[in-house]
């Protein structure tokens, strides 16, 4: 098995113990890279010396007997809208091309503090919105990575790191997890610090990561987790430790909450089939629920929010340079110039009402499941497919995970999104890990759908 296929935390106990240098991940990892990246393209700024020298400065540090973090010599990709003092950050727009950053953003810091490896920067969609990058689906270079996190996403599906960070606005984190078949983590708002990545929505921007295992995407989390005074919307908690409760046996099995929620009708026969032979296989598990109709124009509010508040926070680029700017990103921020702003104050006083209604589902289930895209991947390389599954989390800023335990018809991926109350991300992360081993242990059993 190449030394790019183990997990992200399987690497770093393999580093930490001394049976695996940094240099040789760093370097199967890039051998990976000249292999199968100019078909994925995953990479926006990628420097093999840099990378290599991180990688023995990291050994040194440990053959030194000195303290090490829990990702050290680990390499990551990060999502080019997070700041980089080594790399340029250029938010994936002409009008930033060559943007030096002097600092690192608040969770590069922490993860290079946590002794990671800074691989490269992973390519994004235009300003982390809908305007695709290069980026393929390597599963099916036909098909769209999702977005906007789409080079973060393939790079670790196609097993060029074993780890990697994004952000998500609306779905640009779980639904390219769910089309590239890897996890996919976007904590409660505010958990992790914005600073010093490119700011869309204060309400709805969100800091996730990525990995091969829940148990990966939650040290990654654990790392950067934390409190920024130049995020107001974070605060200062103890380090949580997401990684350990995340492979620990839950004290009860969990119970969960099949939510179609309103926008099920958009879902396709295959995502219908598949969660249909999920539910059969949880069995006494899982009991549908329905959200009620106050959840019925959640979708709506949080559009208001995104655009009014992107259409703000990119004023000097459409004002000084609109013709540079795609005709999506445009007319997304000409309609939310338009919005009267009653509208914007009413969506964002809905959040709290939001979730003191879904409050009652988490007072008897352990997590809410539900699709993390209306289906597999679509073809195509013109847009990054429909985020509507993910909006009404990103707009209640609770915490959620896809897992890939299901499969289209043509093979391809189809993520389970798990959903849990706002500030129970540890929680989620164990019910969503325990997820994983009853359904494929179960779908072993029985024939099904589900895979690990």
């Known amino acids: 098995m190449s030394l790019g296929a183990l997990s992200l935390c399987e690497a770093a106990e393999h580093i930490r113990e001394g049976r695996l240098k940094s240099v040789e991940l760093v370097s199967d990892c890039l051998k990976r890279i000249d292999e199968v990246d100019g078909t994925v393209k995953a990479w926006a700024h990628l ?3 840099h990378a290599l020298m991180r990688a023995q400065a990291a050994d040194d ?20 809208i997070f700041d980089t003092r080594d790399y340029p950050t250029e938010l994936g727009s002409p009008i930033w091309e060559g943007r030096t950053p002097r600092e690192d953003a608040f969770a590069v810091a922490k993860l290079r503090a946590a002794g990671a490896i800074i691989l490269g920067k992973t390519v994004t969609t235009e300003y982390a919105y809908f305007f695709p990058g290069k980026t ?30 994004g952000s998500q606005t609306n779905g640009s984190v779980i639904r390219p997890a769910s089309f590239c078949g890897v996890v996919g983590f976007k904590p409660t708002h505010g958990l992790i610090p914005r600073t010093g990545a490119l700011l869309l929505s204060r309400a709805l921007d969100h800091v996730g990561t990525f990995g091969r295992t829940v148990q990966d995407v939650a040290l990654l989390a654990e790392v950067m987790a934390g409190a920024d005074d130049e995020d107001p919307d974070t605060r200062p908690v103890a380090r949580p430790p997401f990684a350990e409760v995340a492979v620990s046996q839950p004290p009860l099995p969990p119970r969960l909450a099949f939510v179609k929620s309103p926008v099920w009708n958009l879902t396709e026969a295959d995502t ?3 969660f249909a032979g999920l539910v059969e296989l949880l069995g006494e598990s899982v009991s549908e ?8 124009r959640v979708v709506d509010m949080q559009k208001v929010i995104m655009e009014v508040e992107m259409a703000h926070n990119l004023r000097r680029d459409y004002d000084k340079g609109s013709d540079r700017l795609s005709p999506q990103l445009r007319q997304l921020i000409e309609r939310g110039r338009a919005f009267k702003a009653i509208d914007y104050a009413g969506a964002l006083a809905g959040i709290g009402p939001a979730n003191q209604a879904i409050d009652g589902i988490f007072d008897e289930y352990d997590a809410i499941i539900t699709p993390a895209a209306t289906g597999a991947a679509p073809k195509g390389l013109e847009s990054t497919g429909n985020p509507v599954f993910c909006t009404i989390w990103t707009y209640l800023g609770a915490p959620a995970v896809t897992v890939p335990l299901l499969q289209s018809e043509s093979g391809m991926p189809i993520g389970v999104q798990l959903v849990g109350r706002r500030g129970n ?14 359904a494929t242990k179960k779908g072993r059993k029985k024939g099904g759908k589900g895979k690990s």
């Open 47 to 49: 420097d093999r010396d």
């Open 272 to 274: 219908r089939e598949a």
């Open 289 to 296: 629920v329905e959200l009620g109709p106050s959840f019925d």
């Open 425 to 438: 991300d540890a929680r989620l992360l164990r019910t969503a890990n325990w997820l994983v081993k009853t």
């Open 136 to 165: 393929t689906n390597p599963h099916d270079s036909t098909r769209t990575p999702g977005g906007s996190s789409s080079g973060s996403a393939a790079a670790v599906a196609s097993f060029m790191v074993p780890g990697a960070i």
């Open 61 to 80: 540090i440990r053959a030194a007997g000195k303290n090490i973090g829990p990702l050290h010599g680990v390499p990551v990709g990060i999502k080019d």
